[in-house]
């Protein structure tokens, strides 16, 4: 249906609901003539009276009746659902999508999310957990996050979570068998552990000191694309391996692990919530980036 039949439509059903042409154009903010010529526009359209008139009085045709009843139950279904979206800017009912990988929801996103769900049980929430690069307008999600540096250009992005660092490791045997590097292009002469990523890539090992960065790309020995499986094949000596410190800082603390290249591994910025407008958030939109923000001061 063209836009502007829907309108006309909607201007008679207002007529035949008050009676008057005048009272419609009152309501409406328009001129009585401007009424008066949609109506008559809409008849000569469909070759039809809908309205029959008097200096006094006017009441709908057979036609006009006909009409009625299907218009006017469907125009008051869409008055009502409007004043039903119009609450969700105050009340955080309704539905909330977010995407994330596995690491931001084990430390970030699900304590979050679930503070939300409970404090608001009338949420319908969904959290979809995925390592894959996910186009949020195109598969209808409302937010997601991911570190910076993956993040499209015209996405608007807010810092959620603490600043993390990426560490190299390896298992105490492993390193008891050879020098442990001092540099990273020292790499080169070990066995490593690498990480394929949801794009199917093996992520590089990024670096930097003194203000010198470096991107090194290993020859892994072994490649795994999970970071459980990348911390088990660390503790079992398969060699070395980079990976976020929280993913290493159990298998470190008792010991299964041992950092190498410390001091070329310095703290950046973590993650970042991540969505298509800053126009109309609903309330439970703004209710969970407050819940994230508040997860990230708990951190920090």
Known sequence: MEPRKFSDLAIFNRVAELGSFTA??????????AVSQTVKRLEGELGLRLLSRSTR??????????LLDTLAPVIAELDAEIEELGRLREQPGGRLRVTCGKHAADTLVWPAFARLIA??????????????????????????????EDLEMDMVAVPVGPS?????VGAARYLDTCDPP????????????GFRNAGGTL???????DGRAETVKVAPSVIVNDGDALVGAACAGMGLAYMLEDLAAPALKDGGLVEVLADWCPRFPGY??????????TRAFSLFLESLRQGADRES
């Open 203 to 209: 992520s590089p090992w990024s670096f930097e000191k």
């Open 57 to 66: 009085s006017l009441a709908p045709t057979a036609a006009g009746e006909r």
């Open 272 to 281: 970042h919530a991540f969505y298509s407008s800053r126009r109309q958030p």
């Open 119 to 148: 404090a608001h049980p009338e949420i319908d929430g969904e959290l979809s957990v995925e390592n894959r690069h996910v186009d949020i307008v195109a598969e209808r999600f409302d937010i997601g996050i991911r570190l910076r």
């Open 164 to 168: 993390l660092r990426a560490v190299v």
């Open 24 to 33: 419609a154009a009152r309501s409406l903010g328009v001129t009585q003539s």
């Open 182 to 193: 001092r540099r990273p292009r020292e790499l080169s002469a070990h066995r490593c552990i």
